[in-house]
C-alpha cells in the first residue's frame, strides 16, 4: 500500500530503479508489501503473486528473514508434497514515530513493522506553535520508547508528522497572538528537532496521511478506489486510487476541504464552511452553549441537544454534495468519512449522509456508498507514524 509520494518522491524512485541495486530494493519491497498484504504466505505463494521466479522469491526471502524484517510460522503439513512455512512480517523489524498536530491538541504513537500502536503521548493546548510541539517531543519521545530494547530501539527508522498547512492562517480560529502564530512561517521541524532527535524527519497534510491510516490500518480492504472525508477544525480528506494515495504536484490533491457546496458567490461556500467541528463550535456559542464538550478528548460530547442535530443535518449535506462532486469527477464507489468526534457521532453522519444522497439526483453517476471510517482521532498520527516505515520497506 502507498504513502502518497510527491513527484519529487516518484522521480527519485524511478531513479534508483535504473540501478541494479535498485532492482534488487524494488524486488525487496514488493516481496514485503505482498506478504502484508496477504500473508502469512508460502514462498512458493510470494512468488506466484508477485511473478517473480521461484529461486529469486526464495533468495528474498531468506535475506530479509535474515534481516528481522519476516518471519517463518510452523510448518503447515497434511499436504502433497512437502510442508511448506509461511512467512509473516515480523513486528519487531522496524518501528517509527508519529505525531499529529491538531488545532487543540498534539497526539504521538510509536508503531511497529505490523502496524501496532505501541505507546501513545497526547499534549493540549490552547493553540499549536513551533515552541509548544517542539517542547511536547522533546518530553515525549523518551517516554514512549522506554519499553523498546535497545535493539529495537536501533530500528527506529523515522518520525512521521501530519500537520496542517498553513498554520499561520489559525489566527482568527483559535484566537491565538498574530506573532506566535506567525512563526510557523518558514518553521522546518528537520531543523526544530535536530537537537532532540537523529531521526529522520517526515512532514505531510494531516488529513491526508489520515487518509493513508485508514488505507492501512482501516476496514475497507475490499476498497481499491474511495473518497476519503476527515472532519477535524477542519474539513479536510484524501483521494485513494488503486490502493494509492494521490497527493498531486503540490500535494494538495483530494484536500476535499475546499470543494465547494454552495454557489461561488456565497462566502461560505465550501465544505469547510459547513462540516467542520469548528462550525459546531461557533453555533453552540450563538445558542449560549459551552464548547467544552466538543473540545475535551475524551468526551462523548454529551447532551448537546438541537444544536448538535442541527450541525449534523447540515455536515450531512455538505458531505452528501462534495461526494456528488467527487464521483462526478472521479468515479468512486464509495466515500469513508471519519473525524474528531466519538463513534456514535460519526455513525449518525454517516446514516444522514446515505439518506441525502439516496434521495439526490443519480442521472449521469453512480450514487456512491458511505462507510464509516475505523481510526477515528488516531488516524493522523498512525498514518505519519507509518509513513518512514512505507517509504522505505514498502512498495509505493
Same mark, same amino acid.
Given at each position: 500500500?502507498?504513502?502518497?509520494?510527491?513527484?519529487?518522491?516518484?522521480?527519485?524512485?524511478?531513479?534508483?530503479?535504473?540501478?541494479?541495486?535498485?532492482? *534488487?530494493?524494488?524486488?525487496?519491497?514488493?516481496?514485503?508489501?505482498?506478504?502484508?498484504?496477504?500473508?502469512?504466505?508460502?514462498?512458493?505463494?510470494?512468488?506466484? *503473486?508477485?511473478?517473480?521466479?521461484?529461486?529469486?522469491?526464495?533468495?528474498?526471502?531468506?535475506?530479509?528473514? $535474515?534481516?528481522?524484517?519476516?518471519?517463518?510460522?510452523?510448518?503447515? *503439513?497434511?499436504?502433497?508434497? &512437502?510442508?511448506? +512455512?509461511?512467512?509473516?512480517?515480523?513486528?519487531?523489524?522496524?518501528?517509527?514515530?508519529?505525531?499529529?498536530?491538531?488545532?487543540?491538541?498534539?497526539?504521538?504513537?510509536?508503531?511497529?513493522?505490523?502496524?501496532?500502536?505501541?505507546?501513545?503521548?497526547?499534549?493540549?493546548?490552547?493553540?499549536?506553535?513551533?515552541?509548544?510541539?517542539?517542547?511536547?517531543?522533546? *518530553?515525549?519521545?523518551?517516554?514512549?520508547? $522506554?519499553?523498546?530494547?535497545?535493539?529495537?530501539?536501533?530500528?527506529?527508522?523515522?518520525?512521521?508528522?501530519?500537520?496542517?498547512?498553513?498554520?499561520?492562517?489559525?489566527?482568527?480560529?483559535?484566537?491565538?497572538? &498574530?506573532?506566535?502564530?506567525?512563526?510557523? &512561517?518558514?518553521?522546518?521541524?528537520?531543523?526544530?528537532?535536530?537537537?532532540?532527535?537523529?531521526?529522520?524527519? #517526515?512532514?505531510?497534510?494531516?488529513?491526508?496521511?489520515?487518509?493513508?491510516?485508514?488505507?492501512?490500518?482501516?476496514?475497507?480492504?475490499?476498497?481499491?478506489?474511495?473518497?476519503?472525508?476527515?472532519?477535524?477544525?477542519?474539513?479536510?480528506?484524501?483521494?485513494?486510487?488503486?490502493?494509492?494515495?494521490?497527493?498531486?504536484?503540490?500535494?494538495?490533491?483530494?484536500?476535499?476541504?475546499?470543494?465547494?457546496?454552495?454557489?461561488?458567490?456565497?462566502?461560505?461556500?465550501?465544505?469547510? #464552511? #459547513?462540516?467542520?467541528?469548528?462550525?459546531?463550535?461557533?453555533?453552540? $456559542?450563538?445558542?449560549?452553549?459551552?464548547?467544552?464538550?466538543?473540545?475535551?478528548?475524551?468526551?462523548?460530547?454529551?447532551?448537546?441537544?438541537?444544536?448538535?442535530?442541527?450541525?449534523?443535518? @447540515?455536515?450531512?449535506?455538505?458531505?452528501?454534495?462534495?461526494?456528488?462532486?467527487?464521483?462526478?469527477?472521479?468515479?468512486?464507489?464509495?466515500?469513508?468519512?471519519?473525524?474528531?468526534?466519538?463513534?456514535?457521532?460519526?455513525?449518525?453522519?454517516?446514516?444522514? +449522509?446515505?439518506?441525502?444522497?439516496?434521495?439526490?439526483?443519480?442521472?449521469?453517476?453512480?450514487?456512491?456508498?458511505?462507510?464509516?471510517?475505523?481510526?477515528?482521532?488516531?488516524?493522523?498520527?498512525?498514518? $505519519?507514524?507509518?509513513?518512514?516505515?512505507?517509504? @522505505?520497506?514498502?512498495?509505493?
Amino acid at each position: 500500500m502507498p504513502n502518497g509520494p510527491t513527484a519529487t518522491d516518484g522521480a527519485a524512485w524511478l531513479a534508483d530503479a535504473a540501478t541494479p541495486q535498485g532492482v *534488487r530494493d524494488h524486488n525487496e519491497r514488493l516481496v514485503l508489501s505482498t506478504v502484508r498484504d496477504f500473508g502469512p504466505l508460502a514462498s512458493s505463494d510470494v512468488a506466484r *503473486r508477485t511473478a517473480l521466479s521461484a529461486q529469486t522469491a526464495s533468495v528474498i526471502t531468506r535475506a530479509l528473514e $535474515a534481516e528481522g524484517l519476516l518471519h517463518r510460522g510452523e510448518p503447515v *503439513r497434511g499436504r502433497v508434497g &512437502k510442508p511448506s +512455512t509461511p512467512l509473516a512480517i515480523s513486528p519487531d523489524g522496524a518501528f517509527a514515530l508519529g505525531l499529529r498536530v491538531g488545532r487543540r491538541m498534539a497526539d504521538l504513537v510509536l508503531i511497529n513493522l505490523g502496524g501496532d500502536v505501541l505507546g501513545t503521548r497526547s499534549e493540549e493546548y490552547a493553540y499549536p506553535t513551533p515552541a509548544r510541539i517542539t517542547d511536547f517531543l522533546g *518530553r515525549a519521545i523518551a517516554p514512549i520508547c $522506554a519499553g523498546l530494547t535497545p535493539a529495537q530501539s536501533a530500528r527506529i527508522v523515522g518520525l512521521g508528522i501530519g500537520s496542517p498547512f498553513e498554520l499561520w492562517n489559525w489566527l482568527d480560529l483559535v484566537g491565538a497572538p &498574530k506573532e506566535e502564530m506567525l512563526a510557523w &512561517k518558514g518553521f522546518s521541524y528537520a531543523a526544530a528537532l535536530a537537537p532532540i532527535t537523529p531521526l529522520p524527519v #517526515h512532514v505531510g497534510n494531516d488529513a491526508t496521511l489520515a487518509c493513508f491510516g485508514e488505507l492501512v490500518f482501516g476496514a475497507h480492504s475490499d476498497l481499491a478506489n474511495f473518497g476519503y472525508f476527515y472532519i477535524g477544525a477542519f474539513a479536510g480528506g484524501g483521494l485513494v486510487l488503486n490502493r494509492r494515495i494521490v497527493s498531486g504536484p503540490s500535494g494538495n490533491a483530494g484536500a476535499m476541504g475546499p470543494i465547494m457546496v454552495r454557489g461561488p458567490r456565497d462566502p461560505a461556500n465550501q465544505l469547510l #464552511h #459547513h462540516a467542520s467541528i469548528s462550525v459546531l463550535e461557533a453555533m453552540l $456559542a450563538e445558542a449560549g452553549q459551552p464548547a467544552a464538550p466538543v473540545r475535551m478528548a475524551d468526551s462523548d460530547w454529551g447532551d448537546i441537544g438541537p444544536v448538535l442535530d442541527a450541525w449534523i443535518d @447540515r455536515t450531512a449535506e455538505a458531505l452528501a454534495t462534495a461526494s456528488l462532486s467527487l464521483v462526478a469527477i472521479i468515479d468512486m464507489p464509495a466515500v469513508v468519512i471519519d473525524g474528531r468526534f466519538p463513534e456514535h457521532i460519526r455513525a449518525r453522519i454517516v446514516e444522514r +449522509t446515505t439518506e441525502r444522497l439516496d434521495a439526490a439526483d443519480p442521472s449521469g453517476i453512480a450514487i456512491p456508498e458511505v462507510r464509516a471510517g475505523g481510526l477515528g482521532t488516531r488516524a493522523g498520527a498512525m498514518g $505519519a507514524g507509518y509513513r518512514p516505515i512505507q517509504e @522505505r520497506y514498502f512498495e509505493v
